[in-house]
């Protein structure tokens, strides 16, 4: 068990020596209880206390707009050159919502073909999770996916202790960071203190649709044709916000772009959402999910149905970012509550 | 010695060509705006007409025609579809081409009822005709929508027409690249936006600036049948959502 100890007077000193290292990027407010991670240079800018930003961390591992190669097509056999651009990160006081995000997108993404972009930016990138000790808002169902506790994907991890923080120690890179920085090592009462934080979480923290999560991939399995889904659609703007801020959504579409000398160019991948109407529109126009409640229903089953046929994993991390966003109040929880009422 | 003299390369360039209507020239001027990409796109076309920056006139074909304005009168008719017979491709630029844009607004009125308002007694000396989007009366062969038109995306449009490629404008709403750039969504500011409902394609461009859609793109091809959940949820006054509509989108109804 290797754990740490920062005084909370001494985070300032942290981010600003690790400032020195690396970029380091933290939830910052911004405002009408939004947040996003951005860069700081201080503990000052940081919101210790946030709900989940607006974009989860996984634009650091896939960027929104990512340049894949550049193109030369002046002379008879084209030629391409790969393109990846990537600078060290550190990200400070991700939930533990979004370590389960990352995870997911690093077995997405490790599968074959690999892609290199994403698997070489995550190297570049030092996680330091920072523990909910109570719920952020109504929207997440974290308990229900069994998200609220840490669960690795970390390389260092905080706990808030009052006064100070407890760190866990999850690698090697983050055991030279705290060494380096010359962090105490935490006592028996520091360990004692943590139990106490974990085990109060259990009464905060509980499955919040009263549903077992065992059963959704059977209530799933049934709930194909379920009216549910044709509510859903009756309210759904098509906007892609829900995919957009989700954490384990990684969809992209893929384009060439060419300069204005006719000869040189390169192929860009943007994010993409399968909420949109063009997403599942092919040659020839036939769309594969034309109506939005089969667009939707999409979405729910890539988070609880098929990851879970594939990576044995639920998608959903229970951020309650799609929640949060919708602005036609399509709710999750009370999605899954209607679903597995009427698959009774 | 006599140097042998290098032939000098004279692939001609495309003759491109700039034409206005019923507008506020806004965005021709955001072409004189190019700044350094300026001299990157003469350097690829040839302008032989652009009456905001050049007095220089062309009597040949074009290779390429840029329209802003919509059509508002006869004479505008006849003039756009001469110019349509000496052009190989015809790009629309700015709502006012691409959608009617504010022009539309006119279309809310009996038409000589506004025709009266704005000249006076005397308005049957003034032609005066619905207002047209430039597809409703020649053919058009890309879009460029937006007031003003978004930079980055009409040299996209002009490579494409350049290399005989088509373009898709976007047809998805702005919040997909608004939450892209993760702007605070301007429902949680409190503000009526118009961005679920317009076609994307300008970067978020006003939210990114701290101000809401005015869909000066135009509708997206199907916008959401049913936006009482949104109305609810914000607690707006549907009223309030389709008179802002009425600012660019009127031409969508079509000219009788």
Request: glycine share 8%; net charge positive; with cysteine.
């Amino acid at each position: 068990m290797n754990y740490h100890i920062l005084k909370k007077t001494e985070l300032d000193g942290f981010v600003k020596k690790l400032a020195k290292t690396m970029k380091v990027c933290a939830p910052v407010a911004k405002g009408h209880n939004n947040f996003a991670f951005e860069e700081v240079t201080s503990a000052g800018e940081i919101a210790l206390s946030y709900i989940p930003t607006i974009l989860p961390p996984k634009k650091y591992f896939m960027p929104p707009r990512e340049k894949m190669l550049d193109f030369d097509i002046s002379e008879g056999k084209p030629k391409d050159t790969a393109s990846f651009d990537s600078e060290k990160i550190a990200l400070f006081g991700v939930h533990t919502c979004d370590l389960a995000g990352i995870q997911c997108l690093n077995m997405v993404f490790s599968e074959k073909p690999r892609d290199y972009n994403y698997i070489l930016r995550k190297e570049n990138v030092f996680i330091i999770g920072l523990e909910c000790n109570g719920y952020c808002d109504t929207h997440a169902s974290c308990a229900l996916v069994g998200n609220h506790y840490p669960n690795g994907g970390y390389d260092l991890f905080f706990t808030d202790l009052g006064e100070k923080f407890i760190i866990h120690v999850g690698t090697q890179k983050g055991e030279e960071l705290v060494e380096g920085m010359g962090l105490e090592k935490a006592s028996p009462a520091d360990l004692s203190a943590l139990d106490k934080v974990r085990e109060g979480k259990k009464k905060t923290f509980q499955n919040e649709i009263g549903v077992d999560p065992k059963s959704l991939p059977a209530i799933f399995a049934k709930g194909v044709d379920s009216k549910v889904w044709t509510d859903l659609g009756a309210k759904c703007v098509s906007c892609g916000n829900c995919t957009n801020v989700c954490p384990t959504c990684y969809c992209f579409d893929m384009a060439d772009t060419i300069n204005l000398d006719l000869k040189t160019g390169s192929r860009n991948r943007t994010w993409d959402s399968c909420q949109f109407e063009t997403f599942a529109t092919v040659a020839g126009g036939e769309n594969f999910r034309e109506e939005r409640g089969a667009r939707q229903r999409h979405r729910f089953y890539r988070k609880f149905k098929y990851p879970l046929d594939k990576f044995y994993r639920a998608f959903c991390t229970g951020c309650g970012r799609c929640t949060r966003t919708c602005m036609a109040k399509i709710n999750l929880k009370d999605t899954l509550r209607a679903l597995a009422a009427e698959s009774k | 010695m006599k140097t042998e003299k290098q032939p000098v390369k004279t692939a001609a360039k495309p003759k491109v060509a700039f034409f206005d209507f019923a507008c506020c020239e806004g965005c021709q001027l955001q072409i004189t705006n190019f700044g350094e990409l300026l001299l990157d796109v003469l350097g690829a076309v040839d302008v032989v007409e652009f009456r905001e920056a050049i007095s220089e006139k062309w009597d040949g074909d074009y290779d390429v025609v840029f329209i802003e304005g919509s059509i508002g009168d006869h004479h505008a008719e006849e003039r756009l579809k001469k110019i349509r017979a000496r052009a190989k491709v015809l790009i629309a630029y700015g709502s006012c081409a691409t959608t009617g844009g504010v022009n539309g607004m006119k279309n809310s009125f009996e038409l000589d009822e506004i025709r009266q308002s704005v000249y006076g007694k005397d308005y049957k000396l003034f032609d005066s005709t619905p207002t047209k989007r430039v597809d409703q009366v020649v053919k058009v062969d890309y879009y460029i929508n937006g007031c003003p038109i978004y930079i980055p995306e009409l040299v996209e449009v002009l490579k494409c027409a350049l290399r005989g490629l088509p373009y898709s404008v976007p047809d998805n709403p702005v919040c997909a690249e608004c939450k892209l750039n993760e702007n605070v969504c301007m429902y949680e500011r409190g503000l009526a936006c118009l961005g679920p409902w317009t076609k994307a394609g300008c970067n978020s461009w006003c939210v990114n600036n701290g101000n809401i859609c005015y869909g000066c793109r135009g509708e997206v091809t199907n916008p959401a049948k049913n936006a009482n959940d949104v109305i609810g949820k914000y607690n707006l006054k549907p009223e309030l959502i389709k008179a802002k509509f009425d600012m660019y989108n009127k031409c969508k109804e079509g000219v009788k």
